[in-house]
C-alpha cells in the first residue's frame, strides 16, 4: 500500500526494526548501510538476520512464490514466512506445520494421527497415577512411599513417550532462541516430573517440611494430566484448524479428475487432468466439467459457469468463445482446444491468490508479534518470581507451594492463543470471501478496506458491460461511412480496448477487408495512431485530437449529441484532418445501480474518472447519481487523482479493469480489479472481484468489517485470558479466596483457550456478509 505522505512513511520504516518491528532510534549502536538507505535495529542479533537476508525483510511479499501443487510446500498458521517443502514443525513457535494448499486424498495430518495414537495409548496410564494420587492415601491399597513408585513407573512413559514431541519442540526452541508454548510446557511438565522422580528415588536429601503423609510430596499426576490434556488440546485445534482450509478445498474439488482427448487420428481417450498440455483438442460430453481453459473450436452449448461469476443463468458457447476450467456443460456436446493448463488456469490462479492471502500477516498482528517475543522469557521471569515468593514467604511446605505454583503459570501462560489470533481470522475470511467471487491478495488488504471513504470507479468495464457495441460510422469530406469503419477497423486491430475490439467485429461482420497498420502507437486510454499506405491514421477522443491539433468542429455537435445519451463518440483523421466519427455504446450493468447504492449507503464517496469524453462521463454519472466525475483521463490523470485525494487526507480504493487503470490501481490505499478484466489490472490490485459485479466492493467491505472485529475479539480475549490467568496460577489471589489453581486445571485452561480462539474465527463462516 503506498502512503500519500512518503518521507513520513520512509522515516517511520527507517527507524523501525525491520525484523522485529520494535521502534528504533537513530541513535542505535544497531544499524547498517543497505543499498544507500539506512536502517536500525533493536539489537545486533536483528541486525545480523537482516544482513542475511534483506530481501526477506523488505519485499516479504515476495518470498518463495507458492506452486499449485497440493500438500508440496507447508507453512506455519502464526509465521507465514516459515516454509519448507515437507511436513514438521515451526522453529519459532514449535507448531506443527500445515500445507498452503491441502491435498483432497488426505482425511487427516499426519501429526494429528500421532497425537490421537499418544493420547488414546497414555490415557489409562494417566488415569491410574491420577487415582491414586487423588485417592490412594484413602483406598491403602499401598504405603506411601511404595505408591510414590508405582506413581513414578506408570508417569514415566507417558512423560518419556507421549510428551516427548513437547519437550523436543521445547529443546528445539532453546536452540532457536525463539521461546514459545513448548518451552513452558517442558519447563513445567519437566520441572514437576524431574522433582518427583528425585523425591521418590531419594526422598533422604529433603527437609522434613517436605514430607506430607509419609513420603515426600510427589506431583506424578500434574505431569501426567498436563500432557494428556496438551496432547487433547493440540488434537482439538489441529482438527479445528483443518477447517480453515475448507474453503481451498471446496475450490480443489471443483476440477475434474479427467479429461476426453481427441488424437489427431481421431481416437479418443481419458486421460489424466495432469497429463492436458496446451495445444490439445478435448471433448466435453453433455454433464461433464470443462477440464481447463480453453476455447472451442466446433459444437454449440450452454455452460454453467456459476462456480466463477455466482450468476445461475448458463452461458452459451460456440466456436471461438473462451471456455474455463471446472465450469459444468449443460446439454450440448463441445470440442474445444486446451489454452491454460495446470498452475495457468483460472481456477488455479484463484486457488493460489488464496493460499497466498490465508498465509499473509495482519498489520494488527504486529502488535501480537511484538508481545510475543517478549511474552515467555516474561513469563518464566514470573514463574521463577512466584517460586521465591512462595518459597520464602508462604505457608508451610512453602517450597512445595512455590514449586507448584510455578508450574501453573508457566503451563497456564500459552501464547499459543494469542498467536493464532488474527491468523484464524484471515484464514477464515479469505477462503469465505472466495466462495462469494471476492479474492483479497493479503491481509492487508483486509484489514485496511475498512478504512476506505473514497471509491474511484472506471467506466468501461466496471460500472459497464465492458462489451460495447457499435452503433454507427459517420464519414465526412468524401469519405463515405463504411469507409471510416474500415479504416477504424484497421488499425483497432492491435488495440487492447473493448471500445476497439467492439468496432473490429462490426467491420468484420460486414465482411470489410481489413488494411495492414504499420508504425502502431497508443496512447492508453485516449487514442491510437498508425500508417495505413503512407498514410497517418489517428483514431482517440476529443483530448487525443486535442493533443494532435485535429480541429473536430465539423463534428462536434454529433458527437456531443451521442455523448448525452450515454454513447461513446470517436474521431478519425487522415493525415491530421478529419474524416469520421464513430459511435459506440456500452450498456451500464444490471448491477451497477444497486451496488452504488449499496456503497453510497456505507458512507462512500463515488467519484468516476474514465478516458471517455467527459459529455459521456457526465450522462453515465448523472444516471448512477455519482458524486464527482472526470472525463478524458489519460492513465497518468488517474494516477494523479489518487495521489490528490490521498493528499487531501482520503482513504482511496480504486476499481478498474483495464491496462490504463494499472497505475492508479497500484497507487491507491485499495485496488480493487474487474476478474473480468487484464492481468495487468489485476496484478496491480489488492483485491479481484472474480464477478466483476460492483456489488462485491459492498460485500467486500463487509467482510472486512467483520474479519477486524472477530480479530479484535481474539486478540482481547488471549490477552485478557493470559493475564488473568497468570495471576491466578501465581496465587495472588491466595490472601482472599484461599484457592491456588492446579496444574492440571491451568493444562486445561490453556488447551481450550486457543480452541476457543479458533472458535470465534470459524464464526465468520456463517455471519451474513451482505452489506
Known amino acids: ?87 514438521g514443525s515451526c522453529p519459532k513457535c514449535g507448531m506443527a506445520l500445515e500445507a498452503m494448499i491441502p491435498d483432497l486424498d488426505e482425511e487427516e495430518s499426519p501429526e494429528l494421527i500421532d497425537f490421537l495414537k499418544r493420547f488414546w495409548y497414555s490415557l489409562p496410564l494417566t488415569l491410574i497415577v491420577f487415582v491414586l494420587a487423588m485417592f490412594g492415601h484413602q483406598l491403602h491399597l499401598l504405603e506411601m512411599s511404595q505408591q510414590s513408585w508405582v506413581e513414578f513407573l506408570l508417569a514415566t512413559p507417558v512423560v518419556l513417550w507421549a510428551g516427548l514431541p513437547f519437550f523436543v519442540q521445547g529443546w528445539n526452541s532453546i536452540i532457536n532462541r525463539s521461546p514459545n508454548m513448548w518451552t513452558l510446557i517442558s519447563a513445567g511438565t519437566g520441572t514437576a516430573y524431574i522433582y518427583s522422580a528425585v523425591a521418590t528415588i531419594a526422598p533422604e536429601i529433603f527437609p ?137 488456469t483460472v481456477l488455479s490462479q484463484v486457488i493460489q491468490m488464496v493460499a497466498l492471502a490465508q498465509r499473509s500477516k495482519a498489520p494488527m498482528q504486529r502488535m501480537a508479534d511484538q508481545v510475543s517475543s517478549y511474552f515467555v522469557v516474561s513469563v ?70 475498512k478504512k476506505v471513504d473514497t471509491l474511484i470507479v472506471d467506466k468501461t468495464g466496471t460500472l459497464t458491460e465492458g462489451h460495447p457495441t457499435f452503433v454507427e460510422a459517420i464519414g465526412i469530406n468524401n469519405v463515405s461511412n463504411l469507409e471510416v469503419l474500415r479504416i477504424a477497423a484497421s488499425i483497432d486491430q492491435a488495440s487492447e480496448h473493448p471500445l476497439a475490439a467492439a468496432i473490429v467485429t462490426a467491420a468484420k461482420k460486414q465482411n470489410l477487408v481489413l488494411d495492414k497498420v504499420e508504425n502502431f502507437q497508443s496512447q492508453t486510454g485516449i487514442g491510437v495512431q498508425g500508417q495505413i499506405e503512407s498514410q497517418m491514421i489517428s483514431l482517440g477522443n476529443t483530448a487525443f485530437m486535442n493533443q494532435l491539433g485535429i480541429s473536430i468542429e465539423a463534428l462536434q455537435l454529433k458527437a456531443e449529441f451521442y455523448r448525452e445519451n450515454g454513447a461513446s463518440s470517436i474521431y478519425l483523421a487522415i493525415d491530421h484532418e478529419l474524416k469520421g466519427l464513430l459511435v459506440v ?46 472525463g478524458e483521463y489519460k492513465p497518468a490523470d488517474k494516477l494523479a487523482l489518487v495521489k490528490k485525494f490521498q493528499e487531501e487526507g482520503l482513504i482511496v480504493a480504486m ?33 479481484t472481484l472474480v464477478k466483476g459485479d460492483l456489488r462485491g466492493i459492498a460485500t467486500a467491505i463487509n467482510i472486512s468489517h467483520q474479519t477486524v472485529n472477530n480479530m479484535k475479539q481474539n486478540l482481547l480475549f488471549s490477552l ?52
Open 1 to 87: 500500500m503506498t502512503s500519500n505522505q512518503p518521507n513520513e512513511q520512509n522515516l517511520n520504516i527507517d527507524l523501525r526494526d525491520l525484523v522485529c518491528g520494535m521502534k528504533t532510534s537513530e541513535q542505535s549502536k544497531h544499524h547498517t548501510m543497505f543499498e544507500g538507505k539506512p536502517y536500525y535495529f533493536c539489537s545486533a542479533g536483528c541486525c545480523t538476520k537482516f544482513l542475511k537476508s534483506p530481501s526477506t525483510y523488505l519485499h516479504p511479499e515476495t518470498q518463495k512464490e507458492i506452486p499449485v501443487v497440493a500438500g508440496s510446500i507447508y507453512t506455519c498458521p502464526m509465521h507465514p514466512e516459515v516454509i519448507q517443502d515437507h511436513p
Open 208 to 344: 522434613q517440611s517436605f514430607i506430607s503423609m509419609g513420603r515426600v510430596s510427589v506431583y506424578f499426576e500434574a505431569s501426567v494430566v498436563i500432557i494428556s490434556l496438551t496432547l487433547l488440546g493440540q488434537i482439538l485445534e489441529l482438527k479445528a484448524r483443518s477447517k480453515t482450509s475448507a474453503a481451498i478445498k471446496s475450490l480443489l474439488g471443483l476440477a475434474p479428475k479427467q479429461a476426453r482427448i481427441i488424437h489427431s487420428d481421431g481416437i479418443e481417450e481419458d486421460i489424466d487432468l495432469n497429463d492436458v498440455v496446451v495445444g490439445d483438442i478435448l471433448r466435453i460430453r453433455p454433464g461433464e466439467k470443462v477440464p481447463v481453459d480453453g476455447v472451442v473450436v466446433s459444437g454449440s452449448s450452454s455452460v454453467d459457469e456459476s462456480m466463477l461469476t455466482g450468476e445461475p443463468i448458463p452461458v452459451t458457447k460456440s466456436t471461438g468463445d473462451a471456455l474455463i476450467g471446472a465450469t459444468m456443460n449443460a446439454s450440448g456436446a463441445l470440442i474445444m482446444r486446451a489454452e491454460k493448463v495446470g498452475s495457468a
Open 380 to 449: 518464566v521471569s514470573i514463574a521463577v518470581l512466584t517460586f521465591f515468593i512462595w518459597g520464602f514467604f508462604g505457608p508451610n511446605p512453602s517450597w512445595v507451594f512455590g514449586l507448584i505454583n510455578a508450574v501453573s503459570v508457566m503451563i497456564i501462560a500459552c501464547p499459543c492463543a494469542l498467536g493464532l489470533a488474527t491468523p484464524m481470522s484471515i484464514m477464515v475470511a479469505t477462503g469465505k470471501a472466495a466462495t462469494q467471487g471476492i479474492l483479497f491478495r493479503d491481509a492487508q488488504a483486509i484489514e485496511n478496506l
Open 585 to 630: 455504446n456500452d450498456a451500464i450493468k444490471s448491477t451497477t445501480s444497486e451496488a452504488l447504492k449499496r456503497l453510497k449507503a456505507s458512507g462512500l464517496k463515488i467519484v468516476m474518472a474514465t478516458g471517455d469524453g467527459l459529455t459521456t462521463a457526465k450522462a453515465i454519472g448523472l444516471q448512477l447519481g455519482i458524486d464527482e466525475v472526470y
Open 655 to 687: 476499481a478498474g479493469d483495464g491496462i490504463n487503470d494499472a497505475p492508479a490501481l497500484a497507487q491507491a490505499d485499495i485496488g480493487i480489479a474487474m476478474g473480468t478484466g487484464t492481468d495487468v489490472a489485476m496484478n496491480s490490485a489488492q483485491i
Open 720 to 771: 485478557f485470558y493470559n493475564a488473568v490467568g497468570i495471576t491466578i496460577a501465581a496465587g495472588v489471589f491466595y490472601p482472599i479466596t484461599g484457592v491456588l489453581l492446579s496444574p492440571m486445571i491451568a493444562a486445561l485452561a490453556m488447551s481450550l483457550s486457543s480452541v476457543s480462539v479458533i472458535g470465534n474465527a470459524l464464526r465468520l463462516q456463517f455471519t451474513k456478509s451482505q452489506a
